[in-house]
């Protein structure tokens, strides 16, 4: 509890922000030694004006600060600091992480994170490719992360759950106030095998400011964000720009043009948005996330029904994968794998042994799915 205190103090500070603290952190390795800084040193760090050097001087710990922690320790909470080794890596990494994220599960889990965000009221089409392409993902070994509201985010979340995968909830509110309250159990499920996390106080409930404000966390610990379905107005347009402010890879599907609910995916597409049918499309944008072969989901069974039929080995897998019915160069395949020239093609070999592709003249390989042996 002690070692959590200074955390509280200091983000209680008036003045003291996000953005800021991030920067005491990154100048005097802790609250604590940010909080026994001299004014001199303090005023030396940007956007530490006098005001908060007084503020900062001046002030103490939050009285609730111990009872807020025994309550989430009682509820078998953990609080996770900036510091802390499991804290997700790339969050870590946009300017304004949140000091604190309350966590109900296991944040072990938020690895190689793909965001997965839509519309609440969403159509059939978009929960049914919502749930398809999140467990195409959890298959391949990415965490989905979402907001676990109601439409496109309960899909993502069914949709990696169903595949016995990895995904993480980022909430509005906090976790004593799970919303919307018709996904508790689905709170649970997916606490028992991810994480549900919040950077609110446990009590705090789902006020519309918090929803834009915990985007910038599912956007900023995922390497991707995929928007499924999306008015011109949706709140999940914001989660896309914020990705890329966060210099993250944004991904859009497509939809009917007839239908409003695609109208801010479709401008996602026109302004640059990688247009998505499948996973692999994703995986094709993020290869390097595949340089170390991925483990199946968390079952045997994890395995596609094709690359079980192929009785392909992790390795080969991880090259399948990444190999679409069109042709693709083998240069072309080392820059996204980042795999050396002389292993792969030895895998390559051993794939087209196993009919699972064929090479083309050129050096050029596809896979046999659509013409199948």
Known sequence: METLRPWFHLKSVPGIGNHLFKRLIDRFGSPQGALAASPGELLAVDGVSRRVVDALRASRAPGDAAAE????????????????????????????????????????????????????NATS?????????????????????SGMALGIDTAAHEGALGVHGRTVAVLGSGLNQVYPPENRRLAERIAAGGAVISEFPLDSGPDAHH???????????????????????????????????????????????????????????KQGAKLVENAQDIVCELGQFLAVPAATAAEPDGASRIEKR????????????????????????????AIDAGRLSGILLNLELKGAVQQLPGKLFQSTEDTGP
Do not use: W
């Open 125 to 145: 089409y978009g929960v049914a490719t919502a749930r398809q392409l999140c467990a195409e993902l959890a298959q391949l070994d990415f965490t989905v992360v």
């Open 310 to 337: 192929y009785g392909l080995n992790a390795e080969e897998s991880m090259v399948f994968r990444a190999i679409g019915p069109y042709p693709l160069h083998i240069d072309e395949l080392v820059r996204r794998l």
């Open 211 to 269: 929803f834009p404000i915990r985007n910038r966390i599912i956007s900023g610990m995922s390497c991707g964000t995929v928007v499924v379905e999306a008015t011109r107005n949706s709140g999940s347009l914001i989660t896309a720009r914020l990705a890329a402010e966060q210099n993250r890879e944004v991904f859009a599907v497509p939809g009917s043009v007839q239908s409003f609910k695609s109208m801010g995916t479709h401008t996602l597409i």
């Open 69 to 120: 922690i025994d309550a989430a320790r009682k509820r078998g909470y953990r609080i996770v600091t900036l510091n802390d080794a499991d804290y997700p890596a790339l969050l870590r990494e946009i300017p304004d992480p949140p000091p604190l994220l309350y966590v109900s599960g296991n944040l072990a889990a938020a690895e190689r994170c793909i965001a997965v965000v839509g519309s609440r």
